[in-house]
């Protein structure tokens, strides 16, 4: 059974950091491409950052550009993502997703891209 389980969400203040986890199991995450988003109250869900397979090459959001870092451990088969001077309107739902149909290489952004999405992890910065 293909999961996957974020964790690392929590309340910090404006200008704090938080590391967010996602842990694969039935997959081996470096094979795929993967994503986390997000989703705030009321809102669409949006990219955040993506990494692909092989290479790894990264993007991000313009507006957290210079604020994030995914990255990924092969041994763990855990991915992560590293936030700093988050801002209130950073608070959301931080999904971890995975494309399992991938054969370019390539990253993925849009939220119907993913086929696989973990359960979300809460986000919330306060002023």
């Known amino acids: 059974q293909v999961q996957l389980v974020e964790s690392g969400g929590g309340l910090v203040q404006a200008g704090g950091s938080l590391s967010l986890s996602c842990a694969a199991s039935?997959?081996?995450?470096?094979?795929?491409?993967m994503g986390w988003l997000r989703q705030a109250p009321g809102k669409e869900r949006e990219f955040v950052a993506a990494i692909s397979r092989g290479w790894s090459m990264t993007e991000y959001a313009d507006s957290m550009k210079g604020r994030l870092t995914i990255s990924r451990d092969k041994r763990k088969n855990m991915v992560y993502l590293q936030m700093n001077s988050l801002q209130p309107e950073d608070t959301a739902v931080y999904y971890c997703a995975a494309t399992s149909t991938d054969r370019t290489g390539r990253l993925y952004r849009g939220e119907y891209e993913f086929d696989t999405w973990g359960q979300g992890t809460e986000v919330t910065v306060s002023s």
């Open positions: 039935g997959l081996t995450s470096s094979r795929y491409p």
